[in-house]
């Protein structure tokens, strides 16, 4: 792994259905993101996690949530799919919070019908 | 939040330079000013940031104005993988509250 990997790189869901999109990264960054990006939009933050065992809400965090069980990973899970959850869901970290550069992994594309 | 204002898109020729405005005359003196892209189909990925001096490095210049209140980002030959949208983010370096806000950003077409 170099960098950060996202899975699935798409998926297509069912209103209503749990779904778990899985981030995980290898520079030993503690803080780590997620953001949704829609047409029109930019990128919105949804979570954010500062360090291993904290994590924090974003701009738009309903329906959504995270854990940071550990560095590497932070997996952002959809308890119940709604439709206005379709989007590209990109992961990000960072060496801390407030670093100035973070690093954005490839994207999930999301669809939830 | 201190907001950032960009054309929607601009238009290049390969090899040529490039300016990408960006106003934000509400900036704080604690605000850094960030530049990202994000290449079709991909994730945002980091160009270059700064306080107030102008910035170098090896995928671009950054021209901060005295007053701060607005910024150009210089791709000094511009290729055909040049073509992103661009992103201009105020953002005050560390605290709890720290975070990038992407707005619309400017669409860099680059023409061969």
């Known amino acids: 792994i170099a960098g950060i990997t996202q899975a699935p790189t798409s998926q297509i869901l069912a209103a209503g259905r749990r779904m778990t999109l899985r981030c995980t990264q290898d520079m030993r960054h503690n803080a780590m993101y997620w953001y949704r990006q829609d047409l029109g939009l930019g990128l919105r933050l949804i979570h954010y996690?500062?360090?291993?065992?904290?994590?924090g809400k974003g701009e738009v965090p309903d329906g959504y949530s995270v854990s940071r069980a550990n560095t590497d990973d932070f997996p952002l899970t959809l308890a119940s799919a709604v439709p206005s959850q379709t989007s590209v869901y990109f992961c990000?970290?960072?060496?801390?919070?407030?670093?100035?550069?973070?690093?954005f992994g490839p994207g999930t594309r999301l669809t939830v019908l | 939040d201190a907001k950032t204002t960009q054309p929607n898109s601009m238009e290049s020729n390969e090899e040529e330079p490039v300016h990408l405005p960006c106003n934000h005359s509400?900036?704080?003196?604690?605000?850094?000013i960030h530049w990202y892209r994000q290449l079709p189909s991909q994730g945002p990925e980091y160009v270059i940031h700064g306080l107030t001096s102008n910035v170098n490095n090896r995928m671009a210049s950054l021209a901060i104005a005295e007053d701060r209140k607005s910024s150009t980002l210089i791709l000094h030959r511009a290729t055909l993988r040049d073509a992103a949208v661009y992103y201009c983010?105020?953002?005050?370096?560390?605290?709890?509250?720290?975070?990038?806000?992407f707005g619309k950003g400017t669409l860099l077409t680059v023409n061969p």
């Open positions: 996690s500062n360090t291993a065992g904290t994590t």
């Open positions: 990000a970290s960072s060496p801390r919070r407030g670093y100035n550069e973070q690093f």
């Open positions: 509400t900036i704080s003196g604690t605000d850094y």
């Open positions: 983010i105020l953002s005050a370096s560390g605290g709890s509250n720290y975070k990038l806000t």
